[in-house]
Each structure stands twice: as structure tokens, then as C-alpha cells.
């Protein structure tokens, strides 16, 4: 069983920086595929970014460059730190816990968070 809580969202203007963090407690962290997921308002939720437990990263194509994904397996923590953000960043943002990135890009998850607001206003 893993618990995932998600921080860091708040209010920010365009061009500007957010960090968010998702911190799990329970066994076997370390050996989960974390992911980002963001929802907007009457939208689908939509794949953001993945960490493997290599370390290997997997990003949307609309945050690349601007979106950086990380993980700290001591703290049993995942970092998304968004940059350059801009209004169409808006939504809930919600970390899961997979078994691959090509399953958590199509929304199979074994553990979600509840979610974090992140607004990007114009």
C-alpha cells in the first residue's frame, strides 16, 4: 500500500515558477514509476511527466524544456518543478504510482493522490 500527498501548488503569474512535491509513505517506493497528471476545469485529465525507479524521465511534449521531474528515494519524495509556466498550465495537479511509464502515460495507476491547484494567471 502507498499513500501519495501532493504540496507546493498556489497562484503564480505567467513566465513565472512553481515546485511541487509528492511525498509517499509505505513500502517499495523506491521500486514505483512516479507520474505527474494535470486536470483543467472540463477537461480531461492529461499525462504530464514520469520518473522510473532508474531514473529514467518521460515528459508531455508541451512541457518539455520547461517541466523537470525528479525523485529523492530516501525521502520517498517526487519533485516536478515547472518553469516559464503559462496560463494553459492551469489545473489539479495529481502524482500516481505505477508499474511503467507506458502504463501511466495511459492513466493505469496503481495509487493517486488527491491533488494540488496550480493557477497560472495571464
Known amino acids: 500500500q502507498v499513500q501519495l500527498v501532493e504540496s507546493g501548488g498556489g497562484l503564480v503569474q505567467a513566465g513565472g515558477s512553481l515546485g511541487l512535491s509528492c511525498e509517499a509513505s509505505?513500502?517499495?517506493?523506491?521500486?514505483?514509476?512516479i507520474a505527474w497528471f494535470r486536470q483543467a476545469p472540463g477537461k480531461e485529465r492529461e499525462f504530464v511527466a514520469a520518473?522510473?525507479?532508474?531514473?529514467?524521465?518521460d515528459y508531455q511534449d508541451s512541457v518539455k524544456g520547461r517541466f523537470t521531474i525528479s525523485r529523492d528515494n530516501a525521502k520517498k519524495t517526487v519533485y516536478l518543478q515547472m518553469n516559464s509556466l503559462k496560463p494553459e498550465d492551469t489545473g489539479t495537479y495529481s502524482c500516481?504510482?505505477?508499474?511503467?511509464?507506458?502504463?501511466?502515460?495511459?492513466?493505469?495507476?496503481?495509487?493517486w493522490g488527491q491533488g494540488t491547484q496550480v493557477t497560472v494567471s495571464s
Open positions: 520518473v522510473s525507479d532508474t531514473l529514467y524521465r
Open positions: 509505505g513500502r517499495s517506493f523506491g521500486t514505483y514509476v
Open positions: 500516481a504510482a505505477g508499474a511503467t511509464v507506458f502504463g501511466l502515460r495511459r492513466g493505469s495507476a496503481a495509487y
